[in-house]
């Protein structure tokens, strides 16, 4: 499990002390990964508060606890800071869906002879409505099932509470238990039924399965130990994980709403993009078959039905021969073309998405993360700098700290960008390196580790060396044969 106190979250009581105030609804408290891509050993995110007085309002109050509402993630190119959030998806995944979701080939850690054989284990700390948990699963990659599960209420006490335990004994017979006291009679009955499933004669579709997810999908209930698995498997299934190539699904709704253009509006000009203001023009009724016309009869079909079905729900958002369309649903139900465009100060000859560049382009995927599910879920954004400017980075994270003061908000990145490392920004407490070691491995540590000895210019130090963590080249006459003309 991971290291740390063990205290039931509760909502905390308005005690003036500058500290986001309410209750800690979705947040993680710590994620540990062993085995998987470059983490040979386990290695582990904290973000629990240390004793730090700077940035109190980055802090959420969760019973005794405070957690941090951010953690971000230095490291160089290819020590590991992605395969840090890879685990978390590739996790997420087998939690909220299963096995058969993953590609298991060669994810574990494969620089080291054995490694395939050896389970690949992830385990998460989580509070949620005030109470706090620990989850875990172990995988086999060649047998390509799961090994063990476990969730464990932490109690208020420091006691801990198995709800559910799944695993192996020495010879190899799968078992399952609970340490619950359950609300009734009926409740236990259906508990040992669940788990009976999971245990010496399960089946081959349930080895590739979590407990989580089928008590989760299989259930409805409002109180006990029940809505308690229910949370917990929410938790996993609202969680938001951006990648450098992640889309915003609902981008065409921005054409086709007027609060949603006068906000990006908003946002495209606190992030000096140059536009002015988001528009949208209608274009008329829209041939589907003359869009899909090149595509095989059955593909465009498929593909017409699709955007049928989404378009009654909201506008929708596709690219086709190279030309972006948006199509929505007129007052009278008819397919219209609508047109997002922006006007970077001249309304005669507006600009379209297509002709921004890659960095405002990111811009209009990451701004939704600002108003959607805010407080219900934690994201994690991998390589947040990728095609923004060091300053506009830095400027999304001051307007994320802005915008949810006093609410109970998380965000984890990964970056590259020296300029975050800033402690008038952040708390050193919130910035982690991610290091390649001798054997491949990757190394995970925080600053705060080096209270000691850190000076004011923490981005000047980590260029130097200071804390690791950076590329190491070797001396410039290595590369004289670059040049060489013999």
Known sequence: MLSGEKHKCQEMAVNGDGIGEGK????????????????????????????????????????????????????????????????????NLIITKGLEYVDLSKQYFRLKDGCADLPGVFEYRICVEEQEFVYGIAISYTKREILGEWLVRMEQDGSETYIFNRDMDDDGNRVTGTEVKFYNQEEKVRMDIYLEDFGENISEPLKRV???????????????????????????????????????????????????????????????TGIQSVE???????????????????????????????????????????????????????????????????????????????GTKRLFHLIPLFYENLGMSTILIDEIDRSLHTNLTRRFLEL?????ENQRNQMIMTTHDSNLLDLELVRQDEIWFVERQKDQSSSVFSLNQFKDRM?????????????????????MEDDEWLISTD
């Open 24 to 91: 800690s609804d979705h947040m993680l408290i710590g994620f540990s990964v062993s085995n998987f891509k470059s983490f040979y050993r386990s290695q582990s995110i904290s973000l629990k508060a240390a004793d730090i007085s700077r940035h109190r309002d980055h802090l959420v109050q969760a019973g005794n606890q405070k957690i941090l509402k951010t953690g971000i993630i230095f490291g160089a190119n290819a020590g590991g800071k992605s395969n840090f959030v890879k685990a978390v998806d590739f996790s």
């Open 210 to 272: 979590t407990i989580l997810s089928d008590i989760a999908l299989r259930s409805n209930e409002k109180r006990g130990v029940f809505s308690e698995i229910l949370k917990v498997y929410l938790w996993f299934a609202r969680m938001i994980i951006v990648f450098p190539t992640s889309k915003y699904e609902n981008l065409g709704e921005i054409a086709g709403d007027d609060a949603t253009k006068r906000l990006f509006s908003l946002m495209m000009k606190r992030f000096d």
């Open 280 to 358: 949208s023009q209608d274009e008329g009724e829209i041939d589907l078959d003359r869009i899909f016309e090149r595509l095989p009869y059955d593909e465009a079909e498929d593909a017409k039905q699709d955007v049928l079905r989404e378009a009654e729900k909201h506008p929708v958002m596709f690219r086709m021969d190279n030309k972006m369309y948006i199509l929505k649903k007129d007052k009278r139900g008819s397919l219209i073309s609508a047109k997002m465009l922006l006007n970077h100060g001249n309304e005669k000859d507006m600009f379209e998405y297509m002709d921004e560049s890659d």
């Open 400 to 404: 994320f700290y802005h915008l949810t």
């Open 455 to 475: 000076g004011k210019e923490i981005d000047k130090e980590y260029l130097l060396g200071r804390y690791g963590a950076i590329p190491i080249f070797g001396p």
